[in-house]
C-alpha cells in the first residue's frame, strides 16, 4: 500500500508564507505526477499545481507568481512554497500523486492539511 502524509499547514497573516510537504511512502516503483489540490468549505476540490517527474510544472492562475511548486525525487516527496499569501487561499490543500506499483498504477491522495490565511 501507498500513503502520502502532508504537514505545513497552519495559520498565517495575510503576506506570510507557508511551506507544505509531502511524503510518499510504500512499495513505489515511481510517481509521475504529483499535484497540490485545495478546497474550501461549499466549494469544488482545486488544482493548484502539478510537477511531473521531469521537474515541469503548471499552476493555477490565481496563485500563479506567489506559489512554487518542487519535488525530490530520491524522498518521493513533494513541496509547495506559499508566499504572498492572502485570506482568500484558505482552504483544506491535498496532496495527489499517480503512483506506479508493480502491481498497478492508480491515484492517491493525502488527508489534507488546512490552511488559514488571517487579515
Known amino acids: 500500500q501507498v500513503q502520502l502524509v502532508e504537514s505545513g499547514g497552519g495559520l498565517v497573516q495575510a503576506g506570510g508564507s507557508l511551506r507544505l510537504s509531502c511524503a510518499a511512502s510504500?512499495?513505489?516503483?515511481?510517481?509521475?505526477?504529483m499535484s497540490w489540490y485545495r478546497q474550501a468549505p461549499g466549494k469544488q476540490r482545486d488544482l493548484v499545481a502539478t510537477?511531473?517527474?521531469?521537474?515541469?510544472?503548471n499552476y493555477a492562475d490565481s496563485v500563479l507568481g506567489r506559489f512554487t511548486i518542487s519535488r525530490d525525487n530520491a524522498k518521493n516527496t513533494v513541496y509547495l512554497q506559499m508566499n504572498s499569501l492572502k485570506p482568500e487561499d484558505t482552504a483544506v490543500y491535498y496532496c495527489?500523486?499517480?503512483?506506479?506499483?508493480?502491481?498497478?498504477?492508480?491515484?492517491?491522495w493525502g488527508q489534507g492539511t488546512q490552511v488559514t490565511v488571517s487579515s
Open positions: 510504500g512499495s513505489i516503483f515511481s510517481i509521475n505526477i
Open positions: 510537477i511531473t517527474s521531469g521537474g515541469r510544472t
Open positions: 495527489y500523486a499517480y503512483v506506479s506499483t508493480f502491481i498497478a498504477s492508480r491515484d492517491y
